[in-house]
Each structure stands twice: as structure tokens, then as C-alpha cells.
């Protein structure tokens, strides 16, 4: 699903972008935390003690969350991002995300850590409950495809809500798998396409609390009035990502991760979707655990 290039819809993105950050910027910091100790106990089982622990942080992103409480509870931790990140505010970082990933980048990476950012990490730090270890970040500047790390490298790999965002999502599980020592673990949370907030329209963030008056529900699979969304979607469904992780993995979990907008699926809608399951159409994303065999 490609990225909007009309300027004004751009533009209208990231007013919507400001406005929400605005308004959820502490529950962004709740759901990051909620996230995380998700994360931990279904790792729990096979991981009794993170400390020490050698983890890949794919897609770390402009909020580096994942990042920094690895390394907050004491494990071995590098991000990667096709943008370059830091966790500083020099303006060295943004000459160099200029010069790699555009003025658009630059800009917002900038608005965001000069405006929002530090209400988030205070947020997030008050619902981690411990103060956050933020200093001698390990960022990398390199595509899920092609990571610049040697063989059987990390004990753990894990990603937020990126592999929908892959565009050759078999290369990428090939370089996890490249990259995880044997037995190693990765910890993947996908965030499906056919879901109510799939199309990642700003205005089905939070669709069960805050459901759009100006976009139709499931736009991104019926009208495709309302293109604006922040990055490009591979437009992948659960049956497509199953047979790529079984021919590479032993898969642990594979359960979903939340449901959504069922208070929004009328039966004309659902029978205009026809194509598409009930299930898939409310579930929003997977919470897939891995192991290198």
C-alpha cells in the first residue's frame, strides 16, 4: 500500500500526527509499557533471566522504546532502523538525517524531539517504575533485509510492528534467523493489514475509544478515500506470514495480539468484506515467537 504523495495529504498527516501525539502522547508511554511486559512474559518460559542477554531491536524507530528498556533491564542491546536515529538532540543527528533520509525525516524527527519527547520518556519512565537508562544508546542504520551482523550473533531478536512494513519479509526472516545464536528466540508483534486500524490512518489509532467521524471504517479495504498514512504497508495477511516463519522457525506462540472494532463491523460492511474472514477483519495484530532449531 503506497504512501500518499499529493502534498496536501501529506500535510494533512502530519497535522493529524501532531494532533494525536497532542492528545495520547502519555497513553503512547502506557501502551509501550503494557507492550513490553507482554513481551516478557511469553518470554518468561524460555528466558528465565534477560540480564546479559544479547538482543536485536529491529525497527527501532523514532522512539527507541523497545531500545532502551532492554537495556534499562540490563541486556546487551543494538537497534536498527532504515532511518538514522540517535537518542541525543544535537543538530549533527539532524544534518545526517537530512543527508540520509530526506528533509521530510529531519523535520519530524526534530518536531517530535523537541516538542513531545520528553512528556513521553517522563511517561514512560513513571509507568516502567524504574528510571530509565537512556545513555550510550547502540543504534545501526541498515534494512530487516540485510543486516550488518555475523552469523548466530543475538540470543534475541525482537520487533514492534514493522514486518508489515517489509517489503521482502522472507529475506528478513532469512537474516533473523542468519543472525540468532541456535535456540535463539525472536519475538515478533505484527500488525495486520485487513484490521480496523491496518491501513495505519491516524484516525483509527484507537478505534474502539475513539472511533472516526471523518473516515470510514476499514477505508483502507473498501473506499480508499483516505490514503494518508505515515509509511509504505506490505499489504500482508496472517495466511501470508504462517508458511514464510514455519520453513525457517519452530514457531512457540502464535496468538493475537488484541481485537478491534467490532462495534463498527455492520453486517453491511461485513458482507461488502466478504473476501476476508471476521476474524481477520477484527483482529488487529500476532504475537509470534520463534526459535532457531
Known amino acids: 500500500m503506497s504512501q500518499s504523495k499529493n502534498p496536501l495529504q501529506r500535510l494533512r498527516l502530519y497535522m493529524a500526527q501532531v494532533g494525536f501525539a497532542g492528545k495520547f502522547t502519555d497513553r503512547y508511554a502506557a501502551d509501550h ?6 513481551m516478557l512474559a511469553t518470554l518468561r518460559p524460555y528466558v528465565a533471566d534477560l540480564r546479559g542477554v544479547r538482543v536485536l531491536d529491529v525497527g527501532a524507530g523514532i522512539l527507541q522504546w523497545q531500545t532502551i528498556m ?24 539532524y544534518w545526517k538525517l537530512l543527508r540520509t533520509n530526506g528533509p521530510e525525516r529531519a523535520l519530524k524527527t526534530a518536531f517530535w524531539d523537541y516538542t513531545f519527547a520528553p512528556r513521553y520518556y517522563r511517561a514512560l ?3 516502567f517504575g524504574q528510571p530509565l537508562s537512556r545513555q550510550g544508546l547502540d543504534f545501526r542504520q541498515h534494512t530487516a533485509e540485510r543486516l550488518p551482523f555475523p552469523d548466530a550473533e543475538f540470543d534475541l531478536v525482537v520487533s514492534h510492528e514493522v514486518f508489515e512494513h517489509i517489503a521482502d519479509v522472507p529475506s528478513a ?6 543472525v540468532l545464536k541456535p535456540g535463539g528466540l525472536a519475538y515478533l508483534n505484527i500488525h495486520l493489514f485487513p484490521s480496523i486500524s491496518g491501513g495505519h490512518n491516524m484516525a483509527w489509532k484507537y478505534p474502539d475509544d475513539e472511533p472516526s467521524a471523518a473516515v470510514p471504517p476499514w477505508d483502507h479495504l473498501r473506499e480508499k478515500r483516505f490514503p494518508e ?3 509504505w504497508i506490505n ?3 496472517e495466511r501470508d506470514y504462517r508458511p514464510i516463519f514455519e520453513q525457517k522457525f519452530e514457531i512457540l506462540v502464535w496468538e493475537a495480539s488484541a481485537y478491534e472494532g467490532r462495534a463498527q463491523l455492520t453486517p453491511e460492511i461485513r458482507a461488502e468484506l466478504a473476501d476476508y474472514t471476521e476474524d481477520e477483519l477484527l483482529k488487529k495484530g500476532l504475537i509470534v515467537l520463534l526459535r532457531k532449531a
Not at 532492554?70 to 543527528?93: C, H, N, P, S
Open 125 to 127: 519512565q513513571a509507568c
Open 33 to 38: 509499557c503494557m507492550w513490553f511486559d507482554r
Open 235 to 237: 499489504e500482508f495477511r
Open 173 to 178: 526472516a532469512d537474516e533473523i534467523r542468519r
Open 70 to 93: 532492554f537495556q534499562t533491564i540490563g541486556a546487551r542491546v543494538t537497534g536498527v532502523d532504515m532511518e538514522y536515529i540517535r537518542g541525543d538532540r544535537r543538530l549533527d543527528k
Open 229 to 231: 498514512h505515515p509509511s
